[in-house]
């Protein structure tokens, strides 16, 4: 990832400006995340997670998560806003900090490698892949579908948007399709009506494919 792009959103967490950030979980992780029937003790990758309450949603229903996220201020924000003390440990290039169930690797995703995600079996993507411009969404895709195990499954938010700024950048349906659908099998959940912005969401199931 270049460091523009990093820097960006450093700098957005160093002046608050997280306007993605949301005070309860996502509706579509408590309507969906249930029917994809995901074994309560597996593990959840969270990629570009911010200090997400997604995450203490799906430990409260058992999961362990794995979230990873570049802004180091992020995590201490999101340890600071629970209650349980936490602990840190290096992993290779990443300073991790556990809080209960959920650990929080921080760095790069894109440095985040297959031995390393060797517990994890299913994965949850609210405005990460949207996050990202075009160029990167392709390598995103392919980089989620390569630490995922034939089988595991995932739930994705993805956005559109009536204008070509961002982020959150704007994914249409056939994009996700394009993205994903050589290695996941894709089902399209809902689409959420517009807010008055002209953002509208869209939730996708997804299940990894093979072996072959
Ligand atoms: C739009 S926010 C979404 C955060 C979270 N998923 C949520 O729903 O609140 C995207 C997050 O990804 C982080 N990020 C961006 N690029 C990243 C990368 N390559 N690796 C890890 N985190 C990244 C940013 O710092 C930011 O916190």
């Not at 597996?42 to 997670?49: D, N, W």
């Not at 809080?99 to 990460?128: I, K, M």
Request: charged fraction near 25%; aromatic fraction near 10%.
């Amino acid at each position: 990832m270049d460091s523009v792009h990093e820097n960006e959103w450093l700098m957005r967490w160093r002046e608050g400006r997280i306007g993605f950030h949301r005070e309860a979980a996502h509706p579509a992780l408590v309507r969906y995340w249930p029917r994809l029937g995901v074994p309560g003790d597996t593990k959840v990758l969270v990629p570009l997670c911010g200090k997400s309450l997604d995450m203490r949603w799906l430990a409260e229903r058992g999961h362990p998560v794995l979230g990873i996220e570049l802004a180091s201020q992020a995590i201490a924000q999101f340890v600071a806003e629970g209650e349980a003390p936490a602990s840190r440990y290096r992993q290779g290039d990443f300073e991790v900090t556990r809080q209960g169930s959920v650990e929080l690797w921080c760095g790069d995703f894109f440095h985040f490698h297959l031995p390393q995600a060797a517990e994890v079996g299913a994965f949850y993507d609210r405005a990460a892949l949207i996050a990202l411009p075009e160029a990167t969404r392709q390598r995103y895709a392919f980089h989620l579908a390569q630490l995922m195990a034939p089988g595991s499954r995932g739930l994705l938010v993805s956005l559109t948007r009536p204008d070509n700024a961002g982020p959150p950048f704007s994914v249409e349906a056939a994009e996700v399709e394009r993205l994903f659908g050589a290695n996941f099998e894709l089902v399209h959940l809902d689409d959420a009506e517009p807010e008055p912005n002209g953002f509208r969401e869209s939730v996708w199931s997804l299940k990894r494919r093979g072996p072959y």
